[in-house]
Structures are given as structure tokens and as C-alpha cells.
């Protein structure tokens, strides 16, 4: 761990680590023990590994935890994953704000990614051997003092003279356009509001680009998504950023969403309700003691449902798998 950052007002010491040449940025807090925010360890975009990756992270940050290692191989060892299921964690802390991504370039080109942990952000930021100048405006190279201060969202240097005032121009925002089979996509999807239309967009059209879907499944799948989400609460529908983003959840609701077609028992409605918002969303409700879980329900005795076949069901009834990355895939019943 390395402290070496002050926050434009000298009043935040920024801690830095680097794990495989990428850095990653916290603010440093005096307790020793690792608060995650609620909001982080309730969201329903993180999965229950994003959401403990965090929290090392952040343990890593304050002194904590000693992390072994400085690769993504040792992350993965620790947390007994793949290394590309580690970064699929941290897309997904990307994906929600919990952590913020800053490309590093080196002579015009991209090397690393410099990563935020919230709440701290990027931001012009100086060394600790330079605050001592920076708070009595001294600036080396230069024989008048002055500092830096914000106003109106502007920056605006402040010298000892009226006249030497430099000012920076807001740019102009530039308002989006999207194509039409996106708007088709935006339309029918369940949960618009409070979420990032452009990186829904993005994500949309990665997966357009590199030729992992097309615009006809990913339309019937949201359509699909959206009658299963119906009468549902909105705070534990997926972010379309999510819903197209690398681990691709979509491609579970390719099939349609067909009535019952499982008699189940009370017992079998209950442990499919229960792995349907584990599986969806990394947390779920206990029945017994209503407090809200974030690991495995099989630890407490619940068993995935499955139906004459041998094939696991949701608590409609109708039959899915899970793939190689325990993410769930609908099958024809």
C-alpha cells in the first residue's frame, strides 16, 4: 500500500495499491476493520463475489488485509476463481459506480487502468511533497503565488493580479442519439428509470459488434425479461447495463416465458423463489427469519427444485441450467 495523493483541499489522504500494473484508489479511513456500503452489499447488479472483491480491495486500502501478491492469479487463488471471473467482478463494480475506471496512457497509448473505489473519485490531485506548496501557492517554476480555487464549476487560477486570471470554458454538451433497434430495446425494457441510458447502449452495441448476439434475440429476450420482471419491484430488476453487459445475462430469457408447466409443492415454490433472486440478483430473503442472505442458500438447507426430468426449475415452473460460469440459461421444457 502506498499513500502518496492529497485531495485538491489537502483535507483527504488518498491510499493507492497496484494489482497487475493497474492501480487502485480509496480513501484512506483510521479504522482498521472494512465497512462495505450498504448500498454496494444490497444491489442487485452485484453478484455476492463483486461485492466481497470490493471489500478486500478496500481492506488492502486501509491496511487490513495483506494481499500476497500484486497479479489477478493471486485475487483469483484467494477467492477461488478464475482470473477472467475476477474481472468480470470488477466490470460489474464498474458497471454500478462502486468502483471507477480511469484509462492510463503512456506516449499516446493506453497501458493500465487506474480504478476508484467509491467514494473517492478521480480528480487533479498532488503529491504529498508538493502540498506544502500547493496550500501556500507556491508554484515552482514560477515567481508570483497563487492557487487554484472552483467556482461555478470552473476552475480559475487566482494570482496576485486581476489581469493574469486564466479561465477554463464548460464544454458543450452534445445530446445522444441512438439507432432505432436500441429505442425498440429501451422501450420494452423493465427498468428505465434511474439508470444509465448510454452505457445500457454500449453494452448493447459491444455485443451487436462482436457478434455475441442479434438485435432479434436480444429484443425477444428483453420482451421475455420484462414479462417475468411484471407486478415485480422495480430496486431488484437488473440494470440494462447489466442485462447486455459481458456476462451476458440476456441469453437466459431467450426462451419464452411459458405458464406452470411443474406442479410444485409449497416447499418447491419457496426454494425456487429463493435461487430465482440468488441467482439474479447475489442476495435473497430468508423465510424463516426474513433477514436479507447474501451466501450460497444450499448453507441453509435449500435445494435448487427440479422437475420429473431431473432438470432444475424456477418458481414458474419451467426448466433452466447453469453454465460453466454458474450463470443461468433458460432450455426448452
Given at each position: 500500500m502506498?499513500v ?5 483541499d ?6 493507492k ?6 492501480r487502485f ?6 479504522e482498521?476493520?472494512v465497512?462495505?456500503p ?6 442487485p ?15 488492502a486500502l486501509?491496511?487490513s ?9 493471486i485475487?483469483a487463488?484467494a477467492?477461488?476463481v ?5 474481472r ?16 492510463r ?8 487502468n487506474d480504478y ?6 478521480h ?6 511533497g ?7 501557492g507556491?508554484?515552482p517554476g ?9 467556482n ?6 487566482k494570482?496576485l493580479t486581476?489581469?493574469k486570471?486564466v479561465?477554463r470554458?464548460k464544454?458543450?454538451r452534445v445530446k445522444q442519439t ?6 425498440q430495446i429501451?422501450?420494452?425494457y ?10 445500457a447502449?454500449e453494452e ?6 462482436e457478434?455475441r448476439?442479434?438485435f432479434?434475440?436480444m ?6 425479461y420484462?414479462?417475468?420482471r411484471?407486478?415485480q ?5 437488473l440494470?440494462?447495463s ?12 431467450l426462451?419464452?416465458c411459458?405458464?406452470?408447466?411443474t ?14 433472486s440468488y441467482?439474479?440478483?447475489g442476495v435473497?430473503i430468508?423465510?424463516v427469519?426474513?433477514?436479507t442472505?447474501?451466501?450460497n ?8 427444485p ?9 418458481k ?6 447453469l453454465?460453466?460460469?454458474g450463470?443461468?440459461e433458460?432450455i426448452?421444457?
Amino acid at each position: 500500500m502506498n499513500v502518496s495523493k492529497f485531495s485538491p483541499d489537502g483535507k483527504e489522504i488518498l491510499a493507492k495499491i497496484e494489482i497487475n500494473g493497474d492501480r487502485f484508489y480509496g480513501s484512506l479511513n483510521v479504522e482498521r476493520s472494512v465497512m462495505i456500503p450498504g448500498w454496494i452489499v444490497a444491489h442487485p447488479d452485484l453478484s455476492d463475489r463483486a461485492v466481497r472483491l470490493w471489500g478486500y480491495l478496500k481492506g488492502a486500502l486501509n491496511g487490513s488485509f495483506n494481499i500476497p501478491g500484486t497479479s489477478h492469479t493471486i485475487l483469483a487463488t484467494a477467492f477461488d476463481v478464475s482470473d477472467s471471473t475476477i474481472r468480470r467482478s470488477i466490470y460489474e463494480l464498474r458497471d454500478v459506480g462502486a468502483i471507477q475506471v480511469v484509462p492510463r496512457h503512456k506516449n499516446g497509448k493506453q497501458v493500465r487502468n487506474d480504478y476508484y473505489l467509491w467514494p473517492a473519485k478521480h480528480e487533479d490531485r498532488v503529491s504529498t511533497g508538493e502540498q506544502a506548496r500547493v496550500v501556500t501557492g507556491e508554484q515552482p517554476g514560477q515567481e508570483r503565488t497563487g492557487v487554484y480555487i472552483s467556482n461555478n464549476n470552473k476552475d480559475i487560477y487566482k494570482g496576485l493580479t486581476p489581469e493574469k486570471t486564466v479561465q477554463r470554458e464548460k464544454k458543450k454538451r452534445v445530446k445522444q442519439t441512438y439507432p432505432d433497434e436500441f429505442a425498440q430495446i429501451w422501450a420494452a425494457y423493465p427498468r428505465r428509470n434511474g439508470v444509465n441510458k448510454g452505457k445500457a447502449f454500449e453494452e448493447f452495441n459491444r455485443t451487436i459488434q462482436e457478434g455475441r448476439g442479434t438485435f432479434e434475440d436480444m429484443l425477444k429476450a428483453t420482451e421475455n425479461y420484462a414479462l417475468d420482471r411484471k407486478n415485480q419491484p422495480e430496486y431488484y430488476t437488473l440494470h440494462p447495463s447489466t442485462f447486455f453487459g459481458a456476462t451476458e445475462r440476456w441469453k437466459a430469457y431467450l426462451l419464452e416465458c411459458d405458464e406452470v408447466v411443474t406442479e410444485m409443492t409449497g416447499e418447491m415454490k419457496i426454494s425456487a423463489e429463493i435461487y430465482d433472486s440468488y441467482d439474479q440478483t447475489g442476495v435473497w430473503i430468508n423465510p424463516v427469519t426474513g433477514e436479507t442472505m447474501l451466501d450460497n442458500p444450499m448453507k441453509h438447507d435449500y435445494n435448487r427444485p427440479t422437475n420429473a426430468e431431473g432438470k432444475l426449475i424456477d418458481k414458474h415452473g419451467n426448466p433452466y441450467r447453469l453454465n460453466n460460469l454458474g450463470i443461468r440459461e433458460r432450455i426448452g421444457g
